[in-house]
């Protein structure tokens, strides 16, 4: 008898705490779905937007017919504060106003990982030199794509990334000029710069070539700085990995710094051609050579 009712009670109390549990796990899980909700609603409320037509009205309502308070230029930048319909709501003059969503594009943060805005490379000067220019058109591949213009575009990709990690960059040439292959490493050996990088695409007579790969002209820091970037590069890049070459280039082998010259695919390859065009690739291998860089000065 004595047994039966201490086993009651047991289950009884038992019963009771499994209960206590049970809701303390229920309340638990409200409070974590509520804050990872407003966790959420906050990073969709805080994305950045910009105007992507050369001129945008601002209305006070999210309609075509709400008054215009004002207009927005090209390239302006705002913060979405919430949607309805086709329009964002925005802050404008610190009141709220309306645009209509089809006429902007979000602003792409440059780069997620802490490294990139920690001003890790401080201390350091790259010289970054895009290849040819003016009077010189380097490779002609399809279409009548010149060589000196991707790479133009791409070394100012690989400058921003540089910049945004706190390094003093110098670029040999910031426009369609001609450099002399003598004032480039002039340019170097003037700054002393702790790495030197020269951006080129390549070409050959058979279509079917294809690649990207990096050159140094010293063993020692040069091929240590060539092994680091073309390992990011290689983790990045979808193109035929070609390697780490040696090569007598002039820039390399009268450059005093840590200098590579890096081939980044063949404009005479089409498929080459359609990838190193697009946003993605030129960001994917400034974001790579970055990195390469970095770890080849900081580890
Ligand atoms: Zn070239």
């Not at 109390?13 to 309340?27: D, G, H, P, Y």
């Not at 949607?83 to 780069?111: D, R, T």
């Not at 002399?180 to 170097?188: A, M, N, P, T």
């Not at 070539?209 to 063993?219: D, E, M």
């Amino acid at each position: 008898m004595d047994n039966l009712k201490y086993w009651h009670q047991f289950f009884y109390s038992k019963e009771i705490t499994m209960k206590v549990f049970q809701n303390l796990i229920a309340m638990f899980s409200f409070f974590l779905l509520l804050h990872m909700f407003a966790i959420t609603t906050e990073a969709k409320n805080g994305d950045t937007y910009e105007v992507i037509v050369n001129s945008l009205h601002v209305r006070d309502s999210p309609s075509t017919t709400g008054e215009i308070i004002g207009t927005l230029q090209k390239g302006n930048t705002f913060t979405k504060l919430t949607e309805k319909s086709g329009w964002y709501q925005i802050n404008y003059n610190g009141e709220k106003a309306w645009v209509a969503s089809n006429y902007v594009q979000p602003v792409e943060p440059l780069q997620d990982d802490i490294f990139f805005s920690s001003g890790a490379l401080s201390d350091y000067t790259i010289v970054v030199d895009p290849g040819h220019g003016g009077k010189d058109p380097g490779a002609i591949g399809h279409n009548g794509v010149l060589e000196k213009d991707i790479i133009l575009t791409t070394s100012k990709k690989i400058a921003d990334y540089l910049n945004s990690t706190g390094a003093n960059v110098i670029l040999t040439r910031t426009n369609d000029k001609f450099v002399s292959l003598d004032k480039r490493i002039e340019i170097s050996n003037t700054n002393k710069p702790d790495a030197f990088i020269s951006i080129h695409y390549n070409s050959f007579s058979m279509e079917n070539v294809g690649g990207f790969n990096t050159y140094y002209y010293s063993y020692g820091s040069d091929l240590e700085l060539a092994n680091s970037i073309h390992t990011s590069l290689a983790e990045e890049v979808n193109l035929r990995n070609r390697g780490v070459l040696r090569d007598d280039y002039r820039v390399l082998r009268y450059n005093n710094s840590p200098a590579v010259l890096i081939e980044l695919g063949f404009i005479t390859n089409s498929n080459d051609l359609l990838v190193i065009q697009t946003e993605e690739y030129q960001s994917g291998v400034a974001k790579a050579i970055t990195n390469g860089i970095k770890k080849f000065l900081l580890e």
